[in-house]
């Protein structure tokens, strides 16, 4: 069952009248008070929390004692009758395997150790994020008094039985919002598909005051002493910062875009040449094609489009290429391995795969919950596998091939809108002999997802 429904439940054991809550347990009507007193106990408002946190209570419940199921019959055992029978494909196999093992993850607390006792434990986590080779993870953390700082977690203690990672802190902060990080490879330039040195690409911005971008070497998070340590690479101001992305083909090398309030800023780091392009909207989410110099773009009218930026900005909308339209502001797009195919998600709780070569959307992923969150998707190709976190606090995990719905986690927090959970997935936690499962950053805890 779905956390959502309880509103819809309710609705059909008894009409709905307007200034009355119907007490299913009681059987009997309530009259609703005003929300805006917070004196008063019974309001619309209160009455939807109390029902959302016994449901997810229920549901943590179910998760200790493993009352889950992925599909109707399904288990090892049959699938590996069928394999040895040639009834299953070697790929078929390997995926049916990742939803019985996603399925049966069980949390685990990670404890965090710092070399700085100031820094774990402290602040709220707000933002994680894993490099390619997925041995790192970058943060953003809330700080008390207001505001955002950096660090980087490193993953290798996840293979040991302790379960422990060590977590760095910087000098750097920042009284603005961050609304969107993304790794970036900068090293020389036959290096551009490099997974060893990395640099880091930070947006912050919000709608009512001016933003920045800020490029920050990842070698400035590190245990060594601090006069060694690279400062900042750039960093400059820009008008309501939404979203970024970093170009990895060398048709734009050193290029990263930026989305802002009805325009894309594409910029070149080295030589500070910068393009932009007028759109109608403010571009939300953004991804760079890696086959291509072609930049993808999700905005707040519910359109999502290409650009080529090798082509010159020209007045009007010509220079867009394809164009797909949502029904509500798209929160989030992610372009898949052979670049035919792109996700998007949007405020309406609508996650849609399409197919870039026919404009046309081709499968539906039903479940995600959104109404005014900037909300990631993380696809894991190489499992099958979709994940999304929703408004609601419950983290959802999808198959790729049918969009059936694999699993719904309950968050380890009561539900607000300051505790939606950030996570990361892959199947080698912590680099190339890494350990598979899913990171989950809530409040000020890291926990993990294990196959077990």
Not at 172 to 198: E, G, M
Not at 291 to 298: D, E, F, K
């Amino acid at each position: 069952e779905d956390p959502s429904s309880s509103s819809s439940t309710q609705n059909s054991v008894a009409p709905e009248l307007p200034g009355f809550y119907y007490d299913p347990e009681k059987n009997r009507y309530f009259r609703l008070l005003p929300g805006h007193n917070n004196h008063n106990p019974l309001t619309k408002d209160s009455i939807q929390h109390k029902a959302m946190e016994c449901k997810r209570l229920r549901l943590l419940e179910e998760e200790e004692k493993q009352k889950k199921t992925t599909r109707a019959g399904l288990n090892s055992s049959v699938l590996l009758q069928k394999r040895q029978l040639g009834l299953l494909s070697s790929t078929s196999y390997c995926r049916l395997v990742h939803e019985l093992k996603v399925n049966c993850m069980q949390r685990r607390k990670i404890e965090i150790h710092s070399p700085d006792s100031s820094v774990a434990g402290t602040n709220n986590f707000k933002i994680i994020v894993a490099d390619v080779a997925c041995e790192r993870i970058f943060t953003v953390n809330d700080v008390e008094h207001g505001g955002c700082k950096y660090g980087i977690i490193n993953l290798s203690g996840l293979g040991k039985e302790s379960l422990t990672v060590e977590m760095y802190d910087n000098l750097y902060f920042t009284n603005r919002k961050v609304n969107s990080v993304c790794w970036a490879s900068l090293t020389h330039p036959d290096s551009h598909f490099s997974l060893t040195h990395f640099s880091k690409l930070c947006l912050m911005g919000i709608a009512e005051t001016p933003g920045c971008a800020s490029l920050l070497p990842a070698s400035l998070f590190s245990s060594t002493n601090p006069g060694d340590r690279p400062g900042m690479l750039c960093s400059f101001k820009i008008s309501t910062a939404w979203s970024c992305a970093w170009c990895l083909n060398p048709q734009a090398d050193n290029c990263f875009s930026t989305g802002l309030t009805r325009r894309v800023l594409v910029t070149n780091v080295v030589t500070g040449h910068r393009q932009t392009f007028g759109t109608s909207s403010d571009v939300l989410a953004q991804q760079f094609a890696t086959q291509t110099p072609v930049l993808y773009n999700g905005c707040r009218s519910g359109e999502v489009f290409s650009i080529d930026v090798r082509q010159r900005n020209r007045k009007g909308q010509s220079w867009k290429a394809t164009r797909l339209f949502h029904g509500s502001a798209v929160t989030s797009i992610h372009l898949m391995e052979a670049e035919h195919y792109l996700m998007a998600a949007d405020m309406a709780g609508k996650i849609k795969l399409w197919d870039l070569r026919t404009a046309k959307c081709v499968k539906q992923y039903k479940g995600h919950q959104n109404e005014y969150a900037l909300l990631p998707l993380h696809v894991n190709e190489e499992e099958g596998l979709l994940i999304a976190v929703g408004q609601d606090c419950y983290t959802r995990i999808w198959s790729l091939q049918d969009a059936h719905l694999l699993r719904t986690i309950p968050s380890p927090h009561p539900s607000s809108k300051d505790a939606i959970p950030s996570v990361v997935f892959s199947s080698r936690l912590g680099g190339s002999r890494g350990v598979p499962g899913l990171l989950m950053a809530v409040k000020q805890d890291l926990y993990h997802f294990s196959y077990n």
